[in-house]
T-cell receptor
Framework: EPEVTQTPSHQVTQMGQEVILRCVPI?????FYWYRQILGQKVEFLVS????????KSEIFDDQFSVERPDGSNFTLKIRSTKLEDSAMYFC????????????FGEGSRLTVL | QKEVEQNSGPLSVPEGAIASLNCTYS??????FFWYRQYSGKSPELIMS????GDKEDGRFTAQLNKASQYVSLLIRDSQPSDSATYLC???????????FGSGTRLQVQP
C-alpha cells in the first residue's frame, strides 16, 4: 500500500541550528502539507503546497520556515534557526484530490531542540 | 478564533459496547468534517469523512453531522480493544486548505 515516508524519524539539534525535514509523498498525489503536534497538544496546520507553490500557510509558518519540492519526489520543510518551542512532531501529509481534509499522513519526524 | 472542541476523556467502554465520540465546531460555514484515529506515538489516520447532514456508515463506524447544531459525532459499534486510541475531529473551514483539529478524545476499550 502506498505511504508517505518521512526522514529523519528523530532529530536532536541545538537552538539556532538549521534543520531540514524530508518527506516523500504518495507518488500520484498533488497536494502536500506539513502539520505539527507539540507533545500533548493539538495537531496544527503549518503549510499547504500545490503546483510548486505555497497555497496556504498558518501564523506559525513565519519567516524561519520554508518548504521546497526540489525534485519530483521529495518535499522538504526547513527551519532556519530553531527555537526551543519548535520541539514537536512534524507530520507530512499528502492528498490526491482537492478534497482538502482526506489526508494521508507520514509517521512523523520528532524534532527536539536543546 | 475558529475552534473545534472535544471532550478529552478518557472515555472507557467495555468490549462489544458502542462508543460515542462528540465534537462541536464554531465556524458555521464549515462544510467538510473528518474523524482521524491516532494511536499513541503514531500519526493520524483518516477513518471517516462526512459532508452532508445525517448519518454516514462505514463498517463499525458511523459519523453523524448536524450543521444546525454545529455538531459532529462518531459512533463505534462492537468496540474492540484495538479501537483504543485518541480520536481527532477535524474541520475544513470554508475556502481554506487547512484542517482545524480538535484536541482529541482518548478512548479506552476494556477487554
Amino acid at each position: 500500500e502506498p505511504e508517505v515516508t518521512q526522514t529523519p524519524s528523530h532529530q536532536v539539534t541545538q537552538m539556532g541550528q538549521e534543520v531540514i525535514l524530508r518527506c516523500v509523498p504518495i507518488s500520484n498525489h498533488l497536494y502536500f502539507y506539513w502539520y505539527r503536534q507539540i507533545l500533548g497538544q493539538k495537531v496544527e496546520f503549518l503549510v499547504s503546497f500545490y503546483n510548486n507553490e505555497i497555497s496556504e500557510k498558518s501564523e506559525i509558518f513565519d519567516d524561519q520556515f520554508s518548504v521546497e519540492r526540489p525534485d519530483g519526489s521529495n518535499f522538504t520543510l526547513k527551519i532556519r534557526s530553531t527555537k526551543l518551542e519548535d520541539s514537536a512532531m512534524y507530520f507530512c501529509a499528502s492528498s490526491a484530490t482537492s478534497v482538502t481534509g482526506e489526508l494521508f499522513f507520514g509517521e512523523g519526524s520528532r524534532l527536539t531542540v536543546l | 478564533q475558529k475552534e473545534v472542541e472535544q471532550n478529552s476523556g478518557p472515555l472507557s467502554v467495555p468490549e462489544g459496547a458502542i462508543a460515542s465520540l462528540n465534537c462541536t465546531y464554531s465556524d458555521r460555514g464549515s462544510q467538510s468534517f473528518f474523524w482521524y484515529r491516532q494511536y499513541s506515538g503514531k500519526s493520524p489516520e483518516l477513518i471517516m469523512s462526512i459532508y452532508s447532514n445525517g448519518d454516514k456508515e462505514d463498517g463499525r463506524f458511523t459519523a453523524q453531522l448536524n450543521k444546525a447544531s454545529q455538531y459532529v459525532s462518531l459512533l463505534i459499534r462492537d468496540s474492540q480493544p484495538s479501537d483504543s486510541a485518541t480520536y481527532l475531529c477535524a474541520v475544513n473551514p470554508p475556502g481554506r486548505r487547512a484542517l482545524t483539529f480538535g484536541s482529541g478524545t482518548r478512548l479506552q476499550v476494556q477487554p
